[in-house]
């Protein structure tokens, strides 16, 4: 599998290009559908994936769709990639996870960054869901990459480390 990042829009947000066996799935079509539609040049899409629907985070939702004749998260198009969707609310109440196990990769949209969590003051935010979700976390492994929606890559044990702070 490889991933590529592209950074969209006024809060750089991360919109990730997955491929695998010549197939594609964009995560989060944050902004700029033109510049994502560069990066994809003529390679197949089969699926749009979305963490949460911040505006920052589906800002070329719509063009997408439409371009690639796809709907989003339509997980049964897409069981090439192997992936298990993880309910994350906190940051908002839709928030999810898409964990590849294979690849030991998570992409967790605003639920955590390097260093951070999302904040849980907007609209369908709540503290205490984030915190059951950081917790519901602690079973994975350390060495899990984590690729979110704002920020460099990180690892779940580096973040880990950080989750007493917030219990
Ligand atoms: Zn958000």
Excluded: W
């Excluded at 690639?68 to 198009?77: C, G, L, P, Q």
């Excluded at 390097?114 to 917790?135: A, E, V």
């Amino acid at each position: 599998m490889h991933i590529e990042r592209i950074i969209l829009g006024e809060l750089a947000t991360n919109c990730y290009i997955v491929e695998k066996n010549n197939n594609v799935i964009i995560i989060d079509p944050a902004a700029n559908f033109e510049e994502i539609k560069k990066v994809i040049n003529n390679r197949h899409v089969i699926g749009c994936l979305v963490t949460h629907f911040h505006f920052d985070h589906i800002g070329a939702l719509k063009e997408i769709l439409k371009e690639y004749k796809i709907n989003v998260n339509d997980y049964d198009k897409l069981t090439s990639f192997n992936f298990i969707v993880l309910p994350t609310p906190g940051h908002t109440s839709d928030s999810q996870t898409f964990y590849f196990p294979e690849e030991k990769i998570m992409f967790t949209g605003d639920f955590i960054f390097q260093n951070s969590i999302g904040r849980t003051d907007l609209p369908t935010g709540n503290f205490q869901d984030m915190i059951k979700s950081l917790n519901n976390m602690t079973i994975y492994p350390d060495d899990i990459k984590i690729y979110p929606g704002h920020g460099n890559v990180t690892t779940l044990g580096i973040e880990k480390n950080h989750f007493k702070y917030y219990f």
